[in-house]
């Protein structure tokens, strides 16, 4: 059994940053890659970012590429998504996701575990 938390989510204006946190606790060894995944009411849930825990694969949405960065603290059984520049288009609760697969993916149904998400707003 894997337990997520996400945390560091709230209000923000248009071009602000917010650095999300996901904690890791109970059996992690038997995950492999972490992801970051965001919805909105009325829509299915979208993917955000992906990484291996070691770091050394990652991947991003389109939408969020160059303004997103995913990051792991083995040591601390961490994983951070950092924002910056962030839009209204943004607005959404944002899931933690864990994966016992070895690679990296960007579907909902290729995830074992899940947070029960921070909000993010952002405003105009």
């Known amino acids: 059994q894997v337990q997520l938390v996400e945390s560091g989510g709230g209000l923000v204006q248009t071009g602000g940053s917010l650095r999300l946190s996901c904690a890791a606790s109970g059996r992690t060894r038997s995950t492999r890659v972490m992801g970051w995944f965001r919805q909105v009411p009325g829509a299915e849930r979208e993917f955000v970012a992906t990484?291996?825990?070691?770091?050394?694969?990652?991947y991003y949405a389109g939408a969020v590429k160059g303004r997103f960065t995913i990051s792991t603290d083995i040591g601390r059984k961490m994983v951070y998504l950092e924002m910056n520049s962030l839009k209204p288009e943004d607005t959404a609760v944002y899931y933690c996701?864990?994966?016992?697969?070895?690679?990296?993916?960007?579907?909902?149904?290729?995830?074992?575990?899940w947070g029960q998400g921070t909000r993010v707003t952002v405003s105009s």
């Open positions: 990484i291996t825990w070691s770091g050394d694969s990652k």
């Open positions: 996701a864990a994966r016992r697969d070895s690679i990296i993916a960007m579907t909902t149904r290729n995830y074992d575990y």
